[in-house]
């Protein structure tokens, strides 16, 4: 999968609102989270729990990881919250519109791995 793929499967989801929908985050940078240095493009939609006790979120992240390679080190780390944007459509204008955004869906040949999970915050 490439990040042009994983951004428009995650920019199709804003198609199917929830009255659970509570942000959505898009974050990148090399991090070592497993012990090795990874590059990574993380796209994430956060809901609110059904339980009414529950502080907790669920976070539903499709992670797109490579290499660090040099062009990947040079855009640095970024991250940045729908809550800041008056809709998700100038969230997404936002983010397509950003140098480093358009550097990582254009870079080739860099060979990406992708994971989905579902997390509890």
Same mark, same amino acid.
């Given at each position: 999968?490439?990040?042009?793929?994983? +951004?428009?499967?995650?920019?199709?989801? $804003?198609?199917?609102?929830? $009255? #659970? =929908?509570? /942000? +959505?985050?898009?974050?990148?940078?090399?991090?070592?989270?497993? /012990?090795?240095?990874?590059?990574?493009?993380?796209?994430?939609?956060?809901?609110?729990?059904?339980?009414?006790?529950? =502080?907790?979120?669920?976070?539903?992240?499709?992670?797109?990881?490579?290499?660090?390679?040099? @062009?990947?080190?040079?855009?640095?780390?970024?991250? @940045?919250? $729908?809550? @800041?944007?008056?809709?998700?459509?100038?969230?997404?204008? #936002?983010?397509? /519109?950003? @140098? =480093?955004?358009?550097?990582?869906?254009?870079?080739?040949?860099?060979? +990406?791995? #992708?994971?989905?999970?579902?997390?509890?915050?």
């Amino acid at each position: 999968m490439t990040p042009q793929v994983g +951004w428009d499967i995650y920019k199709s989801l $804003s198609a199917y609102p929830t $009255s #659970a =929908d509570c /942000g +959505w985050l898009v974050q990148f940078g090399v991090y070592n989270f497993t /012990g090795e240095d990874r590059f990574r493009f993380s796209l994430v939609r956060q809901f609110n729990t059904a339980d009414p006790e529950n =502080d907790e979120y669920l976070q539903l992240e499709l992670l797109l990881h490579a290499e660090p390679l040099p @062009e990947l080190i040079q855009l640095g780390r970024a991250h @940045e919250w $729908s809550f @800041e944007f008056p809709s998700i459509e100038a969230f997404f204008a #936002a983010w397509e /519109g950003r @140098e =480093d955004f358009r550097r990582i869906m254009s870079l080739r040949p860099v060979e +990406w791995e #992708a994971d989905i999970s579902l997390d509890e915050t």
